[in-house]
């Protein structure tokens, strides 16, 4: 073995299958936090060890070590969970964690704040309801995205169930998770004679993600996945995908080898052989991949090293064919579509703006307590978007204005419908007080932010203009800001780089524009652009393509050219 | 009378005959003239030798034997039966002051003149170190004691209920048995100096009156006390005014607690102490608390009150001298000798309901309650009772932060009877001083609460709440000097998040080794309350086998919480571990009391 392997390949390889010593973490009362090593392995589990950071100095004068908690990721192929799945997840968030729901830009649910020793009654409360948080985050396939399309064409049921073929295959096989967190205190007493196909012991060098988006839609935007599978149909039956590989948005500011990077597409592979199709990709990234450097460790950097033309020969060798030329196909938004819609069989479904995914209750906006409400009667379901939407998907006829009534009693009808488009398209990560990774704010800000912008934006008549503003608080990329036709990452608190310039269907990178904007900085900078973009926009034209074409920043043709 | 005892030893140098030479033809009033002066003189040489004489003390035959006997948990047995036999020696008298935790209750017959200092505890109990002759001097093989003169001390704290009871059992009892009372019994309140002071003065003019050697015993000024010699004493009558270093609120946000964490500064005070002692803070009541009795009183705070010599206008009588915050039965006693209140002659004269009346009451509830117009501020200033000194157990070692003395305070506060309620001296602390502010403190040692003498001993430490003051004391003190026995830390409180004081220290203790063991009980974190005698039960076998193998066991708490629930939980270790019976185990805990080997700070 080598000696420079990153700490992470080192611990996995020890972890008896992602065991480590979780157990006497979890049974050490003098600490909320786990052993260091565990705090790798638990978030194969779907966790992450976390610390509110706006306590962190005033903990440590108080002589209390920081005030450790944890997120906890569930996993929901393609973003579909029951009423009675809602119904845990929000008893849950009161019972163990910080009271809300985070819906995430990869379709899933996030609990923040949940101690170390309500983990194993909140993976418990998962499981009642059929649900679980394995490779919720870590080195594996995270939580598989696909469109939301609600109106349940067979062609996006089919392409659902592949996503969820898919995320079954690719969950790692381990037993470690049953036993951790769900019989307790049993331990393993001989060589626990685990099992992982696929993986392997070491799992994968570094995260990988998948996304199935039917066209026109791409709200799971699919370029920023290492595997994006574009469904292909045909007189309304599904043929096939076409498949692009390497995408990835993180990056490291400082290491220009680092780099946010869309997926290249290679070819179409058809409906029977996807799952195949996607074990085989992981396979090449699990053999190929850095496992020495974790900053260099996803596939986008692995095909870049190679060249695509190696690692789409290595692909075919492994399928055992070639891959067909990829299908035509477009798309036309990767934004939610807001409001009622119906369809034939006569169900209803209503997309619900959810500011920064955070499902809460606040005085007048009491939105938590009214989706446990419509949980309480909906028959259809609930389906988180990737853009940090819910949609209640299948409304029975006579429940369209029970549902209607409840939203208006709670206050989200019709306030959340009359934002600005703006504000109903923007994304933003977690970030402070809890995500350790980052610099400066962002969900919490973001909307102080466009309070501000609105008023730009009202000023000149750009209500109804969906452009795409994205906020992280660090470089990883998470609400994916590289894809926002306004993209803005945290760089110090109250500190942000300005990016300019994606495309409004996820098929184009933005480009750095300013750095260190503080928020008078980036009104400063975006009043103009906005403006100019009001007088000077060509019909249909969005703004990303508006500023490209403005000449405000070179358009982002691949990732390598992204800090060009 | 004219051998010297051949039961005791001769000291190197002397032999008997030259003994006898010196002393022929002297009658035993000189002999005994001759005792104290040799004593005067061996008192002199060890003054300015530095080193206590043996031989000098060896030398000293006893005519009117007088034994000064104490018991208590805390120091201050120990200090009025040392002030006792140092007041002795300055009249010429001999004598030996024992623990009672050693002494042998068959010695009792032989004592000619005994002066007992013992305190009171809980539920009127004996100190663990008088339980012994407490049970044999009031069970039935107690002997008849024609030849005893006696007095007792008795030291109490006149807040609770049975003030006193062991001292005056002992008194009772002793009398009984064909004792002489020296002088009356003087039942001492928290503030016990002075009554000490006056009754030692009493007993011994008692006995030097009908002592030959009296006579001769003007040499007073060869008895001088160490601790003359030295800076001024930092005293209760004398503290040091120390500054506020650091004050930090320990609790993490959201929790029910408001424990502080205070660092003062005691650099040119002279002031020592070692872990296990108090720190005694005087505290100043509340402004609000102070109007509030002035205005129940309808008495103006420029009012004039003499205390002792010096007047004193009325609110700053009541702000810095006068207990307000506790209500206690003397104080309503003399209250009512001054109002016809029919009610309040009932609660005094009915136990049952004087308590629950007492419970969450201040001074101002009772002045509001049975007002009257015959206080006068003077008046008043008499029937209140001094304001006491509130001692902490020191949290911090004196060789890891010198010139400081930290604390560990709980603010008390509490809602009755219609008002917002506080502790007078923790919000004292908490409220009124801050970084830069002086607060007036003095050392109060506590005799047995100490670290074992033998560095490589284990101790078991079970604190709760404040009561884990001490045990930072110990770790440090026991991390700095290298210490090699283990040291096992238990503690207690509601919450993990918020109340676990110290834990970024006790971890990297439990890191660096300064501490082998770290166990917690936080109550209120699940369903089932938990508290830390459940942890000494889970880990009985542990327990117990430090146990045998020497180790020292200490619990520092809520004295009615705590103390007992830990002394069950250890008693039913030591059955459960050593197989014994429930009779047995306990037998087994006593003694580990009795050997000092089990020690409570409980408050």
């Known amino acids: 073995m080598s000696s420079k392997l990153s700490e992470v390949e080192i611990v996995k390889d020890a972890s008896n299958y992602l065991r480590g010593s979780i157990v006497e973490s979890l049974g050490n009362r003098v600490t909320g936090a786990l052993n260091h090593d565990d705090t790798h392995l638990i978030k194969f589990h779907g966790s992450y060890q976390q610390t509110d950071r706006d306590l962190d100095s005033e903990r440590k004068l108080q002589k209390l070590e920081p005030l450790y908690s944890f997120m906890i990721r569930v996993r929901v192929p393609g973003g579909v969970a029951s009423p009675a799945q809602w119904q845990r997840l929000d008893a849950l968030a009161d019972a163990y964690a910080n009271g809300t729901l985070k819906l995430t830009t990869r379709q899933t649910f996030q609990l923040h704040g949940v101690l170390k020793r309500h983990l194993r009654p909140t993976f418990q409360g998962f499981n009642e309801v059929l649900m679980d948080s394995i490779a919720g985050c870590g080195d594996v396939n995270r939580n598989v995205m696909c469109n939301t399309n609600p109106h349940e064409s067979a062609v996006h049921a089919e392409v659902y169930a592949a996503a969820v073929a898919i995320s079954a295959h690719l969950t790692p096989r381990t037993t470690a998770y049953w036993e951790l967190w769900l019989n307790g205190e049993q331990q393993p007493t001989a060589e626990v004679v685990d099992d992982e196909p696929i993986y392997g012991k070491t799992y994968l060098p570094r995260k990988f993600k998948i996304a199935l988006a039917v066209p026109p839609y791409n709200d799971a935007d699919i370029f920023s996945n290492d595997i994006g599978l574009i469904a292909i149909e045909e007189n309304g039956r599904l043929l096939g995908y076409n498949v692009a590989v390497g995408g990835g948005l993180g990056m490291t500011f400082g290491l220009p080898e680092t780099y946010p990077r869309l997926a290249d597409l290679i070819g179409f592979v058809p409906a029977a052989d996807v799952v195949d199709l996607c074990e085989k990709v992981v396979t090449i990234q699990r053999d190929w991949g850095n496992r020495e450097n974790r900053k260099l460790s996803r596939l986008k950097y692995t095909i870049d090293r190679v060249g695509l033309p190696a690692f789409q020969a290595e692909l075919h060798q492994r399928l055992g064919y070639a891959l067909a030329p990829a299908r035509p196909y477009r798309f036309q938004t990767s934004a939610d579509a807001f409001g009622w819609s119906g369809d034939a069989t006569g169900l209803s479904h209503l997309t619900l703006f959810v500011e920064g995914g955070r499902v809460l209750d606040r005085p007048g906006y009491t939105l938590k307590t009214a989706l446990r409400e419509i949980a309480g009667f909906h028959t259809g379901e609930f389906r988180l978007t990737g853009n940090q939407n819910v949609i209640l998907a299948n409304i029975e006829p006579a429940h369209r204005p029970r549902i209607q009534a409840v939203l208006e009693a709670h206050g989200i009808w019709p306030g959340t419908v009359r934002q600005t488009a703006l504000r109903q398209n923007a994304l933003a990560c977690v970030a402070l007080n809890t995500c350790s990774q980052a610099f400066a704010e962002a969900e919490r800000y973001l909307p102080q932010l466009l309070d501000k912008l609105d008023v730009v934006i009202r000023a000149h008549g750009l209500a109804d203009a969906g452009i795409l503003v994205r906020m992280t608080g660090c470089p990883n990329g998470c609400a994916r800001p590289y894809l926002g036709e306004i993209g803005l990452v945290g760089r110090a608190i109250g500190r942000y780089n300005l990016y300019l310039g994606a495309n409004h269907t996820g098929e184009r990178l933005n480009k750095l524009y300013r750095e260190m904007l503080d928020e008078d900085g980036i009104l400063r900078e975006l009043t103009p652009l906005l403006a100019a973009y009001a007088a000077q926009r060509e019909p249909q034209e969005a703004f990303g393509d508006f500023v490209v074409r403005q000449g405000y920043v070179a358009a982002t043709t691949h990732g390598q050219n992204f800090h060009a | 009378m004219n051998q010297l005892p051949l039961t005791l030893p001769l000291p190197a140098g002397f032999d008997e005959a030259a003994l006898r030479q010196l002393s022929t033809g002297l009658n035993a009033q000189q002999l005994v003239w001759l005792s104290g002066y040799f004593y005067g003189q061996a008192a002199g040489a060890t003054v300015a030798n530095g080193a206590p004489s043996a031989t000098a003390r060896g030398l000293v035959p006893s005519a009117e034997k007088l034994t000064i006997l104490y018991g208590s948990h805390t120091g201050n047995g120990k200090k009025v039966a040392q002030q006792a036999a140092e007041a002795a020696r300055s009249r010429g008298l001999t004598a030996e002051v024992r623990d009672l ?47 005893l003169q006696f007095a007792v001390l008795a030291l109490g704290d006149k807040s609770y209920l049975h003030f006193c009871q062991t001292g005056k059992e002992f008194d009772q009892r002793l009398a009984e048995l064909g004792g002489q009372r020296l002088v009356a019994r003087v039942d001492c309140d928290v503030d016990y100096h002075d009554a000490a002071t006056s009754w030692i003065a009493a007993a011994l003019d008692k006995i030097t009156a009908s002592t030959p050697a009296a006579a001769v015993s003007a040499n007073a000024t060869v008895a001088a006390s160490p601790a003359a010699l030295t800076t001024p004493a930092i005293t209760r009558t004398n503290p040091w005014s120390a500054r506020v270093l650091e004050t930090i609120q320990l609790n993490g946000r959201g929790s029910s607690k408001e424990t502080y964490h205070i660092e003062l500064n005691l650099a040119g005070s002279g002031l020592h102490y070692a872990p296990g002692d108090a720190l005694a803070v005087l505290p100043v009541n509340e402004d609000s608390l102070v109007e509030e009795v002035l205005r129940a009183a309808r008495l103006s705070d420029t009012a004039s009150v003499t205390l002792g010599n010096e007047s004193r206008p009325l609110a700053a009588v009541l702000a810095s001298r006068r207990e307000l915050t506790v209500l206690t039965r003397d104080v309503v006693e003399r209250y009512a000798a001054l109002t016809p209140h029919a ?261």
């Open chain 2, 101 to 147: 935790n050693d002494y042998a209750t068959r010695q009792l017959a032989q004592e000619q003149n005994l002066l007992l200092i013992v305190s009171t505890h809980g539920e009127g109990d004996p100190p663990v170190a008088a339980e012994e002759l407490h049970r044999f001097v009031l069970g039935p093989r107690a002997p008849q004691l024609p030849k």
């Open chain 2, 343 to 603: 009610e309040l002659h009932a609660l005094l004269a009915d136990t049952s309901r004087l308590q629950p009346y007492l419970y969450g009451r201040d001074v101002a509830d009772l002045l509001t309650d049975f007002p009257t117009d015959q206080l006068t501020a003077q008046v008043l200033a008499e029937t209140l009772r001094p304001l006491p000194s509130r001692a902490y157990s020191i949290a911090s070692s004196l060789l890891v932060h010198p010139d400081e003395v930290h604390l560990t305070v709980g603010a008390l506060r509490y809602d009755a009877h219609g008002r917002r309620k506080h502790g007078v001296c923790s919000s004292y602390l908490a409220d009124q001083i801050s970084v830069g502010d002086t607060a007036r403190v003095f050392v109060e040692t506590n005799e047995y609460f100490k670290l074992p003498a033998n560095p490589a001993a284990d101790i078991i430490m079970v604190g709760a709440g404040t009561g884990v003051a001490p045990f930072r004391a110990f770790v440090e003190e026991r991390v700095e000097l290298g210490a090699t026995g283990r040291n096992w830390l238990l503690f207690g409180n509601p919450h993990f998040t918020t109340d676990f004081l110290y834990q970024a220290e006790w971890l990297r203790h439990l890191q660096k080794g300064g501490l082998a063991k770290l166990d917690v009980a936080f109550s209120r974190d699940q369903a089932e309350k938990i508290y830390v005698q459940d942890r000494l039960l889970e880990h009985s076998r542990e327990v117990f086998a430090w146990l045998e193998g020497g180790a020292q066991f200490y619990v520092c708490g809520d004295k009615k919480r705590l103390g007992g629930a830990v002394q069950t939980a250890l008693t039913e270790v030591v059955r459960r571990e050593a197989g014994l019976s429930a009779e047995e185990a306990t037998s087994y805990v006593r003694d580990l009391k009795k050997q000092r080997r089990y020690l409570e700070d409980v408050y």
